[in-house]
Nanobody, 127 residues
Framework: QVQLVESGGGLVQAGGSLRLSCAGS????????MGWFRQAPGKEREFVAA????????YYADSVKGRFIISRDNAKNTVYLQMNSLKPEDTAVYYC????????????????????WGQGTQVTVSS
């Protein structure tokens, strides 16, 4: 069983930055593909970014490309999401997710591509 704990959410003005962290309680953290998703009220959970176990491969939603950066520190069992130039439409609960299976990139951009989920952290961007 993998436990994921997100932190770093909060209230920020448009144009500001936040860094989210997700700590995983597993020894083989580097074997897990990690993703960030978000869900706004009344909307479906949507893909934000993902990173391979080694950290060599990263993927982004078009809506955040150039503004958000996903990274990981396997020595600390932690994945990060640096969010810059935040917009009000980035307001949502942000979830990190982990999966150890062999899945294609297309599936990795959907919630179905992950087995384990954190509890989420709220990000609110004011205009």
């Amino acid at each position: 069983q993998v436990q994921l704990v997100e932190s770093g959410g909060g209230l920020v003005q448009a144009g500001g930055s936040l860094r989210l962290s997700c700590a995983g309680s597993v020894r083989t953290f580097r074997s897990y593909f990690m993703g960030w998703f978000r869900q706004a009220p009344g909307k479906e959970r949507e893909f934000v970014a993902a990173i391979s176990g080694s950290g060599l491969h990263t993927y982004y939603a078009d809506s955040v490309k150039g503004r958000f950066i996903i990274s990981r520190d396997n020595a600390k069992n932690t994945v990060y999401l640096q969010m810059n130039s935040l917009k009000p439409e980035d307001t949502a609960v942000y979830y990190c997710a982990a999966d150890q299976g062999a899945r294609g990139v297309v599936v990795r951009k959907t919630p179905d591509g992950y087995e384990y989920w954190g509890q989420g952290t709220q990000v609110t961007v004011s205009s």
